[in-house]
């Protein structure tokens, strides 16, 4: 049965269980504060079983695109030396939301690995909760009871808190668990030890394929346990872990999920897969096979490589590949990108998002690659460097610190380092790296520092109700509040049950404004600083203090958004989606949306491109982008439209959003701009009144940026523009023609530069014959040591420079003044280095203690710079002493 197989069967299987059977999510997680990338099945669905939202139906199913990088689960450095373990994998799910629960949940897996995957029975062994005294959740009698006559009691294994209580993260939905785990070693080695004995003991050939989770708890952030306000079937089958187990092999990576990769890069390396576990060529295979996936979904989903946040992951995962390549199978040139064409074909029926972008991708990994594979040349000039300097000091180890700096500042991998030192007799200071590092992570920590209180529930709703798309105020109630602590003091989170305000996303920044709320016989005004989204919950944030009373004691709220700031959003953000409709016209189809800011001040605006926009095509750009503002096109919007009609209306969708089974479709003349959008936008294209581009620029490889202003803020940019224009001709005299006569200046200047330059040039022979009439030796060498007029720190150096070519063994240091700076140079002939250990850049430090200053260079030459120019005459009085 192939993978592909695989997967159908177990949707179409709950399918005919009467599921729903919903897309996977992007990997980077939207909206949801807790979490970087979707790292489990159940994390797109996280709001219903908090109750926060209602499902597309009370049974779903899926394939989930899941990694596992960072926080609390975290399998990147086990990946490539073990079978099993990925970055980015599949899960499959079948999900209840407040529907069936653990008597169907545990029937109908048995009955899909044993009846249709034909999994055999023997093999496959069980887990239930233990219980835990500390949360005070009994022992699962209920799952026992239910396993018992399917497996027997000798197929059944208790599990404690960490193996059988699943939590997404510190907080949120949790319940007690049933793993299945399957034993894949061979008879003869069953028949020595059960794998009873062997289940949660990180055997390689027995392992969990299925975890059966009942959500019945919320962790709140004091860590205690409610109960949801229904219970939940969240289920996760590791779709990787199921091919080895039904294709019959030891290792993920023997199945058909990894081996079209692996057969690639054995091409392109040219050295053949073995399957071992130890040779590192083998591992370097397998890790590239995986972080290939990850890194190209991610990319696909709308993750660009950065050094922030989740596109540092995404980078990490890329340079660990390439760095295996590179060690291990000997690849010194981009090779990543050519596996994206084949991982692209095979995930198409499922994951079409990569086939759609495939080219987009491979140049991204590209220029990532290249990037890196330049670190690592660097990074081995400055090992080489490191290594020479300890030996000349008789030392055997690189010190944490520059391990340290190595990584951090110059991207330089700590394990590379590690094994490139081992390779030339050297051994690194792994505790010292490990000090460096954890005090690093201790200033992040500080940095992100922050508390978030649990809800004070005041109303129940079953959502929120936003009203902002028809007003700007309204009546509603608060259905509960929090207190968070971070790095801007104390804020409120604020639930309302309708609400105008419009929360950040896609790209629009949140609404501001205020909450009237009437306590007793007053009305007490809250300010709104921001709004944002926590999956389906829209929060009203304010800076305000000590409003726990307020908030308790209200009776009615008038929630009024900033209408002004609003209209100007609104401009901004239907700009967009002329702008983005226009780059297609002008530079063609290729260019899709990797980015927005829409705020009132400005928008910006990330498209996938591969090259610079020129002059003429920004200006066609905006000339058709002002062209649709004074057509004053009239907006179309259709709200809950099906997502296939939409389709069909020729909506361009974001690469990287998860969209329902109903969208909102913005149009301005369905022949030009037709999108599926949240924003508000403009009533008619003509409320813009005027686009002006500000800047065009590179954000990262393959992706464009481009900067502009409207309505207000674009005439307030052209009447600054006039006004300067207004001013260089009065200070030209009013020419008739402004950049000819500019022109003409600048031309003029660089005549008289020239003319400078050649004076300048003569002084400076001057100067240095002179210097030449007041050489004197000095112990077999000779000296010159004095105080010159120079224009330029250049100009000093290139002197020393001269002198040094006009007189072998020649000792030199120099001195001026120029425009306040103290400036000193140093040069020594190589008799002075060799036979007394001089070294110019040491000396010159020395030297600018005298001027308050510092410098430093070569062993032959360096230069220094100070604050205080009186004394550079004690500077030179030193370089005459220490010359001698």
């Known amino acids: 049965m192939t993978s592909s197989e695989i997967r159908q069967h177990f949707l ?102 044993t009846e249709v995957y034909k999994l055999p029975k023997d093999r496959l062994y069980v887990s239930v909760f233990q219980g835990d005294e500390k949360d005070g959740v009994p022992f699962d009698q209920e799952a026992w009871d239910l396993w018992k006559p399917i497996v027997g009691e000798n197929r059944i294994i208790l599990g404690n808190k960490k193996d059988n209580f699943w939590e997404m993260g510190d907080t949120g939905p949790c319940g007690p668990c049933s ?12 028949d020595q030890k059960p794998g009873k004995e062997l289940v949660n003991a990180d055997h390689p050939q ?47 990576y023997d199945t058909d999920v990894f081996t079209n990769t692996i057969r690639v890069i054995e091409e392109l390396s040219g050295i053949t897969y073995t399957g071992s576990q130890r040779e590192y060529p083998d591992v370097a295979m397998r890790v590239i096979a995986d972080h290939i996936r990850a890194v190209s979904f991610a990319i696909a989903d709308g993750l660009i490589p950065s050094n922030a946040r989740a596109g540092y992951v995404i980078r990490r995962i890329l340079r660990r590949a390439v760095r295996y390549g590179y060690s291990y199978l000997g690849f010194t040139e981009p090779f990543l990108t050519k596996l994206v064409p084949t991982l692209a074909l095979q995930f198409a029926d499922v994951f079409p998002e990569l086939n759609a972008q495939r080219d987009f991708v491979a140049t991204v990994i590209r220029e990532e690659e290249a990037a890196f594979l330049r670190t690592l040349e660097n990074g081995l000039k400055l090992l080489d460097k490191i290594t020479a300097e300890l030996t000349e000091k008789s030392q055997k180890t690189i010190d944490g610190e520059t391990v340290f700096e190595l990584n951090d500042t110059f991207g330089f991998p700590v394990d590379l380092t590690a094994l490139i030192a081992r390779e030339n007799g050297f051994s690194i200071d792994e505790a010292g790296f490990q ?103 829209i929060i009203h944030i304010s800076n305000d203090k000590d409003l ?62 591969f090259a610079k926009v020129t002059d003429d095509e920004l200006t066609e750009v905006e000339r058709i982008v002002n062209q649709k503002i004074r057509e004053n096109i009239p907006l179309d919007e259709k709200r809950n439209v099906p997502i296939e009609e939409a389709k069909k209306l020729g909506a361009m969708a974001l690469f990287g959003e998860k969209y329902g089974d109903f969208v909102r479709v913005i149009t301005f003349d369905p022949s030009y701009s037709v999108e599926l959008c949240g924003g508000t936008h403009v009533p008619a294209t003509g409320q813009i009144g005027l686009f002006k581009f500000t800047s065009e620029g590179s954000v990262s490889t393959g992706v464009r940026r481009i900067e502009a202003v409207t309505a207000e803020k674009a005439l307030a940019l052209l009447n600054e523009q006039q006004a300067t224009l207004d001013q260089l001709k009065e200070l030209l005299k009013a020419p008739k023609d402004v950049v000819k006569a500019v022109q003409a200046l600048l031309d003029e200047r660089s005549q008289l530069q020239k003319k400078i330059d050649a004076l300048e040039a003569e002084k400076l022979q001057q100067v240095k014959a002179d210097l030449l009439t007041k050489v004197h030796a000095s112990n077999g060498h000779y000296v010159i040591v004095e105080r010159v007029d120079v224009p330029s720190a250049d100009a000093l150096k290139q002197l020393a420079y001269d002198l040094k070519a006009k007189l072998d063994n020649l000792a030199v240091v120099l001195g001026s003044d120029i425009g306040g700076k103290p400036q000193l140079a140093v040069m020594l002939p190589d008799e002075l280095i060799k036979d007394k250990n001089l ?42 002493e220490l010359l001698k």
Not at 57 to 75: E, F
Not at 180 to 186: A, E, G, T, Y
Not at 581 to 605: I, M, N, W
């Open 12 to 113: 179409d299987f709950f399918r005919q269980k009467d599921h729903l059977i919903v897309p996977s999510a992007p990997l980077v997680a939207k909206n949801d504060p807790t979490l970087m990338f979707n790292n489990s099945g159940m994390a797109q669905f996280k709001d219903f079983f908090l109750g926060n939202g209602t499902p597309p139906a009370r049974r779903v199913a899926d394939t989930q695109k899941c990694l596992r990088v960072s926080g609390k689960h975290n399998d990147l450095e086990d990946v490539g030396f073990d079978t099993y373990h990925h970055t980015m994998f599949e899960m499959l799910g079948n999900w209840s939301f407040g529907d069936y629960f653990k008597k169907e949940a545990i029937s109908w897996a048995w009955e899909l690995l």
């Open 548 to 609: 726990e009373t307020v908030l308790d004691n209200h009776s009615a709220v008038l929630a009024k958004v900033d209408a002004d700031r609003r209209t100007a959003i609104s401009d901004n953000h239907s700009a967009t989606h002329l702008l983005h409709a226009a780059l297609r016209d002008v530079l063609g189809t290729h260019v899709a949306q990797k980015g927005s800011y829409v705020g009132p001040d400005a928008l910006r605006f990330d498209f996938s491109h």
């Open 206 to 252: 027995v392992v969990e394929i299925w975890n059966l989770v009942f959500m019945q708890f919320n962790r709140k952030a004091d860590g205690s346990l409610e109960p949801l306000p229904a219970r939940h079937v969240d289920t996760g089958m590791g779709f990787e872990r199921l091919c080895m187990a039904i294709q019959s092999k030891l290792s993920n």
């Open 435 to 537: 000090k460096a590092l954890q005090a690093q992570k201790a200033r992040s920590r500080k940095d992100a520092s922050s508390s978030t209180g649990d809800w004070t529930e005041l109303h129940d709703i079953d959502g929120v109700e936003f009203l902002g798309y028809d007003q700007t105020q309204a009546e509603a109630r608060i259905a509960k509040y929090r207190k968070v602590q971070n790095k801007q003091g104390t804020q409120y989170q604020i639930v309302l049950d309708r609400t105008p305000f419009y929360a950040e996303s896609g790209g629009q920044i949140g609404d501001t404004g205020s909450l009237e709320l009437q306590v007793g016989d007053e009305k007490v005004l809250i300010r709104i600083a921001d709004t944002k989204k926590e999956n389906d919950l």
């Open 839 to 880: 070294h110019a850049g040491n000396l010159v430090k020395e030297l600018a203690k005298e001027i308050r200053g510092g410098g430093g260079g070569q062993p032959f030459f360096a230069t220094a710079g100070g604050s205080d120019a009186t004394g550079l005459d004690r500077a030179l009085a030193k370089g005459r």
């Open 179 to 190: 793993e299945i785990h399957v034993d894949l070693r061979p008879q003869a080695e069953v």
